[in-house]
């Protein structure tokens, strides 16, 4: 191991605090955590030079690739001028052109507002928040709660965090943040009374962190039926669906529904600097209208910071220019493919869910028994791989590839064959 790998590695322990990471093990003695400090296209490489295909997109973010000439350009371009400015009585020509063609993807009187923060846990926390005090300034104090479903994960902040389905995100924080109803499918919905309901939060066709779970089709269009039929607010977490990963634009397209707030985030800007945005109706920004009572008192410091515009405007050019939406029939056929072929060869493999560049591999016993979760067999698999060049994390025993949109057949296949060599490697 080179000198400078090691101080980074020393330094890291002794100082830093990861996300979602068991730091025992992490700082324990022989743990020595990859240092990645360079990325082009798909690919990335750690301080030893070794090379890996980012097989996450970097927690779903990247999505034309690592150090794309033209965000980058971009984003230079911008810092000539100035890096950043509030957006707190004051506005800058990159936010008003990225809002526009934002609310440009969707019909006219539809989603036509645009409330810009920095990461999807604060983009669902702004449309809850809107979607409350939408109520109270109408008449409808009463209704101030909502409806998530089971296994659901709509962030960390701590009104999405109490959305949140999965226990071990959640419990303990229960009750410290909106009053939420959960339902497990559509048919629970008839059991509920929408009286005090503000809002229903979903992620479109498929659940993220539930082990990349898809939604029965046409689910979707039944939500917005009943939500139009109870006077009930939708509210779409396009968090990680967004920006082409299911085929389309955005996963509501898919369905044709038009959500009352949509809430954007990590491939917002490509996957290169924090940036998020909820988008909602003229109606709900009507009611919003009027003297300083009636104001949203909600924000950031780099709400609509310049770089980040720079590089989201950048990074929708390049939708047009690289006919990237196009070009996925082909990848989301070759993903298919190859994992039902690994399926096949290894009898670990239990399922494949997949919706366009998204899937989930789930492994349990050939019985079709789960693993003990203390075996944590999905880590040791995604660990294999890196052998073999691949970068990716598991959930529990699912592991999860979702690679950049740019990644070519050859590295699809590149990396199916570094999941199949993982899993006979274990």
């Keep these: 191991m080179r000198d400078d790998t090691r101080q980074w590695i020393e330094a890291d322990q002794a100082h830093c605090w990861h996300p979602f990471t068991r730091q025992t093990e992490w700082c324990g003695r022989g743990h020595e955590p990859l240092v990645l400090v360079r990325g082009e296209g798909a690919w990335l490489w750690d301080s030893e030079g070794n090379r890996y295909l980012d097989g996450n997109s970097s927690i779903w973010t990247n999505i034309h690739g690592h150090s794309h000439p033209v965000i980058q350009s971009a984003i230079r371009a911008q810092l000539e001028n100035v890096a950043h400015t509030s957006f707190l009585g004051f506005t800058h020509p990159l936010a008003t052109e990225l809002a526009r063609q934002l609310c440009g993807f969707f019909p006219p ?3 036509e507002r645009v409330f810009f923060s920095d990461n999807g846990s604060t983009a669902v926390e702004c449309a809850l928040k809107m979607a409350v005090q939408y109520r109270q300034q109408t008449g409808q104090p009463q209704r101030n709660g909502f409806i998530a479903f089971a296994n659901g994960y709509h962030g960390d902040t701590l009104g999405a965090a109490s959305l949140g389905g999965i226990d071990r995100f959640s419990e303990r924080f229960r009750g410290t943040g909106f009053p939420v109803q959960h339902v497990t499918s559509m048919a629970d919905l008839a059991n509920l009374c929408p009286d005090s309901i503000a ?3 979903i992620e479109p066709l498929i659940q993220g962190v539930n082990e990349m779970r898809p939604w029965p089709a046409e689910m979707l269009g039944e939500l917005r039926n009943w939500c139009d039929a109870n006077g009930v607010h939708l509210i779409l977490d396009e968090v990680m669906t967004g920006f082409g990963r ?3 634009m955005f996963a509501c397209q898919l369905e044709q529904v038009i959500p009352d707030f949509l809430c954007l985030a990590k491939g917002l800007t490509g996957g290169y600097l924090p940036l998020a945005a ?3 109706t003229g109606r709900v920004y009507d009611a919003f209208l009027g003297g300083a009572d009636r104001a949203f008192y909600y924000g950031h410091s780099y709400t609509a910071n310049p770089l980040g515009c720079a590089a989201a405007l950048a990074s929708l ?4 220019s690289e006919k990237t939406l196009e070009q996925l029939p082909a990848k989301i056929e070759r993903i ?3 994992l039902a072929g690994l399926r096949s060869r290894h009898p670990l493999v239990h399922e494949i869910r997949q919706c366009g560049l998204i899937a989930g591999i789930e492994l349990r016993r ?3 028994s789960h693993f003990p979760v203390a075996e944590r067999v999905g880590e040791s698999v995604c660990f294999s791989a890196r052998a073999f060049g691949l970068l990716t994390r598991p959930i529990l025993d699912t592991i ?9 057949l050859e590295e699809i296949d590149h990396a199916v064959g570094a999941l199949d060599s993982a899993l006979s490697a274990i």
Excluded at 400 to 408: A, D, E, I, K, R
């Design 336 to 338: 298919a493919t190859g």
């Design 109 to 111: 009187n539809t989603l």
């Design 317 to 320: 050019s390049l939708f047009n």
């Design 400 to 408: 999860v590839l979702m690679p950049p949109l740019s990644t070519s």
């Design 246 to 248: 299911t085929g389309r």
């Design 278 to 280: 909820t988008l909602t």
């Design 199 to 201: 809002g229903v939060v």
């Design 366 to 368: 050939p019985d079709g």
